[in-house]
């Protein structure tokens, strides 16, 4: 069932390591059937050099595994969350990259001071608040979704495709699992410059807005919005 839907979370878990994103066994990316309503994700705890495409489990958006043996990764309640939330995904990248990490265990979002930034993200990438005790102790994982939603309430996922969850790692998406995982190389990579930056020069200051509306349009169109829900 939805061979080619595992076959492409399959390439998407696999690019992960590649891209230098992951460390052991953490992260994890799923991609989903938007007609069907379900979606395919990483099996929970299984290395990615041994992974195959027909290990990657169904799960449907009321949560229900409808096809695999394995269970599926423990952030998957955090993935469905994501897509019922924001309609455009098609899929959703987590993982524990270690300057975005960095970022997310500060509790800080990660500032636009440059134009790489510019190019991919209408602004700072976000920050979620920290979580509370009762969301850690209660449904960890579709509360992790939960602040996630919370904090784009008037941002579109479709100009931010990241967010760093306070304390924990960046989460990312896009229209397809392949988009998202550029968006989490991307994360990472600016991550990395935001924080050399700051190194060399602590009182560093973010990009004025013509630059970032420059950029940003030019790579995604005139219409686009940056900082605000389109309209
Ligand atoms: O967020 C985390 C751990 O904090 C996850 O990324 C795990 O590290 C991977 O879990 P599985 O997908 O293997 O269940």
Redesign the pocket.
Known sequence: MLTELKREAYEANIALPKQGLIN?????ASAIDRAQGIFAI?????DYAVLKPEDMVLVDLDGKRVEGDL?????TPTHRRLFLAFESIGGVV???SSCATAFAQAGRAIPIFGTTHADYFAGDVPVTRKMTADEIASAYEWETGNVIVERFRDLDPADYPAVLVNR??PFTWGPTVAKAVEAAVATECIAHMALMSLQLAPQLEVIETELLNKHFKRKHGPDAYYGQKKA
């Open positions: 052991l066994t953490f992260g994890n990483k099996p929970s705890g299984v269970n599926p990764s423990s952030d987590h993982t524990h924990h790692a």
